[in-house]
């Protein structure tokens, strides 16, 4: 459940000539979501972790 709520934070913005994907969630998107509690946790860095991961093995 974490993982699909923070996977919902990753932003794109689109015209009709550009898409523009971020990797990583915005501050703004971030600092609005649920999952800004103020503090790092441990699902935080399994997240990240697992997303980073995923980054490095698209290349």
Same mark, same amino acid.
């Given at each position: 459940?974490?993982?699909?709520?923070?996977?919902?934070?990753?932003? $794109?913005?689109?015209? %009709?000539? @550009?898409?523009? @994907?971020?990797?990583?969630?915005? %501050?703004?998107?971030?600092?609005? %979501?649920?999952?800004?509690?103020? $503090?790092?946790?441990?699902?935080?860095?399994?997240?990240?972790?697992?997303?980073?991961?995923?980054?490095?093995?698209?290349?």
């Amino acid at each position: 459940m974490f993982h699909k709520q923070i996977d919902n934070l990753i932003d $794109y913005t689109e015209t %009709s000539d @550009v898409k523009i @994907v971020f990797w990583w969630p915005t %501050s703004f998107l971030w600092k609005n %979501s649920e999952l800004d509690l103020g $503090y790092w946790t441990a699902q935080n860095k399994a997240w990240f972790q697992d997303h980073l991961a995923k980054i490095a093995k698209a290349k």
